[in-house]
C-alpha cells in the first residue's frame, strides 16, 4: 500500500474503496453508515438493561453490566488479533479475508465500509444474546448491555481516529495509536477502543512503550 505523511498525519494516496461485488445488491449491503451501529444497537442495549433493571438489583445490574464491557474488550482484542490478521494460505481464504478485513488495510479511508454491515453484526449479535443467556441466567440481560454498549464504542472509537481530529489528551492517543497499527506495524496495537489487552499481551508497540517509560519518570 502506498502510504505518505502529511504534516504529522498519515495519510493513504490509494482510492477511497474499490467494488467487491459485481452483484448490485450484494454490492449495496456491503456498505454500511458509520452511525447506523449506534443507531440500532444502542436501542437494544438500553432495552436489555431496562429487562435487567426490572429483574435484578440496580447493584447488581451495574456490576454485571462492567463485566459485558469487560468481555467486549476481550473479544475486540482476540477477533481482530486472531481472525482478522489470520493470514489464510488457499485463494479462497484470502479472498475472504479481504472481504472481512484485508480491504480497510488496504482502503482505511473508506468511511462506508469502515464497521461493520448489519447482514453481519445483526446475526453476531443474536449467537452471543443467547450465549450470555444461557451462561447467565437472568443476569445475561445486563452483560449482554455491557457487551453491546462495548461494540457501539469501538465501532463509533474505529470511525473517529480515521476521519475525525479527534482533540485532547486521551482522543489524540487512541487516534496515534491506532494509524500506528495501520501505517506502522499491523502486528501491533490490536485495540482500537483501548490498549489494555495490548499490554496484557505485550503487542504495544515499541515507541508507545519508551514513551510511556519516559513519562513515568
Not at 71 to 78: A, C, K, L
Not at 173 to 194: F, I, Q, W
Request: a positive charge; charged letters at 15%; proline letters at 6%.
Amino acid at each position: 500500500m502506498n502510504l505518505m505523511r502529511s504534516k504529522g498525519k498519515f495519510v493513504s494516496n490509494r482510492d477511497e474503496t474499490v467494488r467487491l461485488f459485481k452483484n448490485p445488491v450484494l454490492e449495496y449491503f456491503s456498505h454500511i453508515h458509520p452511525i447506523t451501529p449506534v443507531v440500532v444497537y444502542l436501542p437494544v442495549a438500553a432495552y436489555c438493561l431496562y429487562l435487567s433493571y426490572a429483574a435484578i438489583n440496580p447493584v447488581n445490574t451495574a456490576m454485571f453490566f462492567v463485566l459485558g464491557v469487560i468481555i467486549w474488550t476481550i473479544f475486540e482484542y482476540s477477533f481482530h488479533r486472531w481472525a482478522f490478521h489470520y493470514h489464510p494460505k488457499s485463494d479462497t481464504g484470502k479472498r475472504i479475508h479481504f472481504l472481512v478485513h484485508g480491504i480497510h488495510h488496504d482502503y482505511p479511508r473508506d468511511r462506508t465500509r469502515l464497521v461493520m454491515p448489519l447482514l453481519v453484526s445483526a446475526p453476531l449479535a443474536i449467537l452471543f444474546y443467547f450465549i450470555y443467556q444461557w451462561s447467565f441466567g437472568v443476569y445475561g440481560f445486563a452483560v449482554f448491555g455491557g457487551f453491546i454498549i462495548g461494540y457501539i464504542a469501538y465501532d463509533s472509537i474505529h470511525f473517529a481516529t480515521h476521519h475525525m481530529p479527534m482533540k485532547g489528551k486521551i482522543g489524540k492517543y487512541l487516534k496515534e495509536y491506532h494509524l500506528r497499527h495501520h501505517y506502522n506495524d499491523e502486528h501491533t496495537a490490536y485495540g482500537v477502543s483501548n490498549p489494555l489487552w495490548d499490554y496484557v499481551f505485550s503487542t504495544v508497540p515499541p515507541h508507545i512503550k519508551e514513551e510511556s517509560r519516559e513519562n513515568s519518570n
